[in-house]
């Protein structure tokens, strides 16, 4: 038989009820679709809220080791500790293990009601650089001294106009780290044999740094993708690179979502385009993601913890189910996948759905997290 390991956190909040409804069901799937030829070894890691418990640390020493020499991992959402000195959990592992690509797909399902009218037509993924930009956290208050001082420094020397009350934020946006996200996506939409990649940008406004990003998406084109990619507009075969301006590409993705595949965009753009994408086809419910680098990738909900309904078994486990089924199709067990997609769809036509979904599917009957899992 073969098994593959899969490391997991189970998180706070909602955490472990969504793991309760929702591992039974990938391991049903894989299960169904290879007897026993295959399973999945689940191996707990300690994280957040419960770790801190038992360990005196959010993030233990056992735990980053361990990730730190694996491949695969999943978790359930983590609390941010509220007080003085502490970072996001998400964000410092995102950059322990430079979880550089974050990936999420947006893809409708049947029984949905959308606030869109062709919610069919939207089957995109999004690539979200996810160490530079805004989010490089290199921030200053206004009328601090570090503020005044960068603010003197800009005046004096490059003669910007800057009020000097101003708070001031740096976006750092790097060739590498540009060429990196672009590759990932370039090599997704080659091996699936996906239409096109968007590069999403704002570079009519920021020339050096979204502009710098589309530019340097287009070079890596050239440079290491001759035969396998062609530019919007030429004849040829290939996956079609093209770029949008990213509040055009709002726009268009709401409009004619049929002409857009997938998307490779920078921090902050891809923060809100993967949200709005997602209220398309059901919200935070149903929206599965991967943060990846090259050594781990690291799958998840892309919801919180949910404190309100936590241990209330409201919360909908869609999410990691289907964030379980991207990890199925990564280690290359597409049929197990395939089935849960199907579950999905059916729980979804049949209208018995967590409350988040019956709040957008006219005539649904609602029913709890666990219930949600074992009708899966
Ligand atoms: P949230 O995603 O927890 O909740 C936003 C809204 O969506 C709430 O109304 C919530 O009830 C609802 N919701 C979320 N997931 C749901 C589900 N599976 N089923 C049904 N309804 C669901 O976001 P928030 O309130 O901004 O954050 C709460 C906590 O979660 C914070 O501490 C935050 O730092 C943390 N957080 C963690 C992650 C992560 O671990 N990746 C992501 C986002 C927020």
Same mark, same amino acid.
């Not at 591992?23 to 290879?34: C, S």
């Not at 399902?109 to 530079?132: A, C, H, Q, W, Y």
């Given at each position: 038989?073969?098994?593959?390991?899969?490391?997991?956190?189970?998180?706070?909040?909602?955490?472990?009820?969504?793991?309760?409804?929702?591992?039974?069901?990938?391991?049903?799937?894989?299960?169904?679709?290879?007897?026993?030829?295959?399973?999945?070894?689940?191996?707990?890691?300690?994280?957040?809220?419960?770790?801190?418990?038992? *360990?005196?640390?959010?993030?233990?020493?056992?735990?980053?080791?361990?990730?730190?020499?694996?491949?695969?991992?999943?978790?359930?959402?983590?609390?941010?500790?509220?007080?003085?000195?502490?970072?996001?959990?998400?964000?410092?592992?995102?950059?322990?293990?430079?979880?550089?690509?974050?990936?999420?797909?947006?893809?409708?399902?049947?029984?949905?009601?959308?606030?869109?009218?062709?919610?069919?037509?939207?089957?995109?993924?999004?690539?979200?650089?996810?160490?530079?930009?805004?989010?490089?956290?290199?921030?200053?208050?206004?009328?601090?001294?570090?503020?005044?001082?960068?603010?003197?420094?800009?005046?004096?020397?490059?003669?910007?106009?800057?009020?000097?009350?101003?708070?001031?934020?740096?976006?750092?946006?790097?060739?590498?780290?540009?060429?990196?996200?672009?590759?990932?996506?370039?090599?997704?939409?080659?091996?699936?044999?996906?239409?096109?990649?968007?590069?999403?940008?704002?570079?009519?406004?920021?020339?050096?740094?979204?502009?710098?990003?589309?530019?340097?998406?287009?070079?890596?084109?050239?440079?290491?993708?001759?035969?396998?990619?062609?530019?919007?507009?030429?004849?040829?075969?290939?996956?079609?690179?093209?770029?949008?301006?990213?509040?055009?590409?709002?726009?268009?993705?709401?409009?004619?979502?049929?002409?857009?595949?997938?998307?490779? *965009?920078?921090?902050?753009?891809?923060?809100?385009?993967?949200?709005?994408?997602?209220?398309?086809?059901?919200?935070?419910?149903?929206?599965?993601?991967?943060?990846?680098?090259?050594?781990?990738?690291?799958?998840?909900?892309?919801?919180?913890?949910?404190?309100?309904?936590?241990?209330?078994?409201?919360?909908?486990?869609?999410?990691?189910?289907?964030?379980?089924?991207?990890?199925?199709?990564?280690?290359?067990?597409?049929?197990?996948?395939?089935?849960?997609?199907?579950?999905?769809?059916?729980?979804?036509?049949?209208?018995?759905?967590?409350?988040?979904?019956?709040?957008?599917?006219?005539?649904?009957?609602?029913?709890?997290?666990?219930?949600?899992?074992?009708?899966?």
């Amino acid at each position: 038989m073969a098994t593959k390991t899969i490391y997991y956190i189970e998180g706070d909040g909602i955490g472990p009820e969504v793991w309760k409804a929702g591992r039974p069901v990938l391991d049903a799937a894989v299960a169904k679709a290879y007897g026993s030829d295959k399973a999945l070894d689940w191996q707990l890691l300690l994280a957040g809220e419960k770790a801190y418990a038992e *360990t005196g640390e959010h993030l233990p020493k056992a735990t980053m080791e361990t990730l730190a020499k694996a491949d695969l991992a999943m978790k359930g959402p983590l609390n941010t500790p509220v007080g003085e000195g502490f970072r996001s959990l998400n964000v410092t592992m995102r950059q322990v293990f430079d979880l550089y690509a974050c990936i999420r797909p947006i893809k409708y399902f049947k029984g949905i009601e959308s606030p869109v009218k062709r919610p069919d037509l939207v089957d995109m993924v999004v690539f979200r650089e996810n160490t530079e930009d805004v989010y490089a956290g290199i921030e200053y208050q206004s009328a601090t001294p570090e503020a005044k001082k960068l603010i003197e420094f800009l005046v004096e020397e490059f003669g910007a106009k800057i009020d000097p009350t101003a708070g001031i934020g740096i976006k750092p946006i790097t060739p590498a780290g540009s060429k990196r996200l672009v590759k990932k996506a370039l090599d997704y939409a080659i091996a699936e044999g996906k239409p096109s990649v968007t590069l999403v940008h704002k570079g009519n406004i920021m020339k050096y740094t979204e502009g710098g990003f589309r530019a340097w998406g287009y070079e890596l084109a050239d440079e290491e993708y001759a035969g396998k990619i062609i530019r919007e507009g030429e004849k040829g075969a290939g996956v079609i690179l093209k770029d949008r301006i990213a509040d055009a590409m709002f726009q268009n993705a709401l409009m004619y979502p049929e002409q857009y595949s997938v998307l490779a *965009t920078t921090n902050l753009n891809g923060d809100y385009i993967s949200d709005a994408l997602a209220a398309q086809v059901g919200g935070l419910g149903l929206a599965p993601g991967v943060n990846m680098g090259d050594n781990l990738a690291l799958f998840e909900p892309t919801h919180g913890t949910a404190p309100t309904i936590a241990g209330k078994d409201m919360a909908n486990p869609g999410s990691l189910i289907l964030s379980g089924a991207m990890m199925l199709e990564h280690i290359g067990w597409h049929e197990a996948a395939a089935l849960i997609h199907k579950a999905v769809e059916a729980a979804l036509t049949d209208k018995k759905v967590t409350v988040d979904l019956a709040a957008q599917i006219n005539g649904a009957t609602q029913v709890g997290c666990q219930e949600f899992g074992d009708i899966l």
